[in-house]
């Protein structure tokens, strides 16, 4: 009978400070198993940013169900709520980066502070990305909502005004990827879509490690309304975490690269707010 040979190699333990990447990408089992390891789910990453602050951010590009997973079992293993990164809670992230109210709702169940301002001085109200967590949160702080600005007649494009602004936003897109964003026009239906892709694509080349800065995009919805209305909206994200200097950062290179492009572009300089072109 031939001896069976003992393998003695085992395998390679886990390392506990995947904990950071498992909370930005949804996974709900590796964060388990990291906390299992005997990840600190208090510790902060090289940037600064605790698992918890990461799963918030990953609310834009994971699903829904899996994100909030992933924010209650670290809120349950002890993640805290009320840590800042240059004044940004969980929460704050969340109200930047989700594409709904879902993990808005979860943070301030589990007792997350909702009157905060960042650390240049921008509420939570002001820097939240959508319309309705923007609204929910002045409900709850009774922090009123910015006037919104004064809305300029639609100017429906003819199909050779298309053309031409067609022709500049190619050259945009061609600078701002040269300039190394993930440039991506007419990507998905709507902005959960666009994030979603852009950031896979983002990790696909390699991510800030590469030198990527970001990215940038519009959706076909955005297409849509810009043919109607004569504006295109752009959406845009800063690496290598979204922080306030980075999406200030990506925000500025846009502005003035669709400038040197010939369409003249609009923004306020928040991370809430996207940059409007002038495509006629």
Not at 35 to 57: H, I, K, R
Not at 132 to 159: D, M, R
Request: aromatic share 6%.
């Amino acid at each position: 009978m031939p001896c069976k040979v003992h393998d003695f190699r085992q395998e390679q333990p886990l390392n506990p400070n995947k904990i950071f990447d498992a909370a930005r990408s949804g996974d709900v089992q590796r964060v388990r198993a990291c906390l299992e390891a005997g990840a600190d789910p208090a510790a902060v990453n090289e940037y600064g940013f605790t698992a918890l602050q990461l799963a918030a951010m990953g609310a834009n590009s994971t699903e829904i169900a899996e994100n909030l997973a992933v924010l209650k079992l670290l809120i349950d293993a002890g993640s805290p709520l009320e840590y800042q990164r240059d004044g940004r809670t969980a929460l704050y992230l969340a109200a930047e980066f989700a594409p709904s109210t879902d993990a808005v709702q979860l943070l301030i169940a589990a007792g997350a502070r909702v009157d905060i301002s960042n650390a240049q001085g921008n509420h939570i109200t002001v820097n939240a990305m959508m319309p309705e967590v923007q609204e929910l949160l002045s409900a709850l702080t009774g922090v009123p909502l910015a006037e919104p600005e004064p809305e300029l007649e639609p100017v429906k494009l003819s199909a050779a005004q298309w053309r031409a602004a067609q022709a500049r936003l190619n050259v945009l897109f061609e600078a701002l990827t040269q300039a190394g964003l993930v440039a991506l026009q007419d990507v998905g239906t709507t902005q959960s879509d666009g994030f979603d892709d852009c950031s896979q694509v983002f990790h696909e080349r390699g991510g800030a490690a590469a030198g990527l800065q970001g990215f940038c995009f519009y959706t076909r919805q955005d297409r849509n309304r810009a043919k109607q209305e004569g504006r295109l909206d752009l959406a845009f994200w800063g690496a290598p975490e979204g922080a306030d200097a980075d999406m200030l950062r990506v925000g500025e290179l846009i502005v003035r690269a669709a400038d040197a492009a010939g369409l003249p572009a609009t923004w306020n300089g928040s991370s809430a707010r996207r940059p409007t072109l002038t495509l006629y």
